[in-house]
């Protein structure tokens, strides 16, 4: 399947999903450590991560197909939320949490 395909089924298919650098348990930058850690702490028990150092070819489309160019990135139900800041400032605001809620994710 080709990349762009790959990453539209990954949001497509899964509520909540967090392309970052490592995975939960050992992140490998500090902003991914941080917006996982916002995700958990929103209530995300079903959070969908993609390591990004292990598919290189998902990490280097990813800005494409999002327009955004850093990471880490989030996504409900296939939409582009943001990165590690607005992950943050969602759950400074409280609307982290409502946002997991509507997931069906909390």
């Given at each position: 399947m080709p990349v762009m395909e790959q990453i539209q089924a990954e949001v497509e298919q899964h509520p909540l999903v967090l392309f970052m650098k490592g995975t939960p348990q050992y992140p490998m930058?500090?902003?991914?450590?941080?917006?996982?850690?916002?995700?958990?702490a929103a209530g995300a028990i079903n959070l969908r991560t993609v390591n990004l150092l292990e598919f290189p070819e998902v990490r280097a489309n990813l800005?494409?197909?999002?327009?955004?160019?850093?990471?880490?990135?989030?996504?409900?139900h296939?939409?582009?939320?943001?990165?590690?800041?607005?992950?943050?400032?969602?759950?400074?605001?409280?609307e982290l949490k409502r946002i997991v809620a509507e997931a069906g994710q909390a």
């Open positions: 930058c500090g902003f991914s450590s941080r917006a996982v850690q916002a995700l958990l800005p494409r197909y999002s327009n955004l160019a850093t990471f880490p990135q989030f996504f409900m296939g939409e582009l939320i943001g990165g590690c800041d607005i992950i943050l400032e969602l759950l400074e605001s409280g």
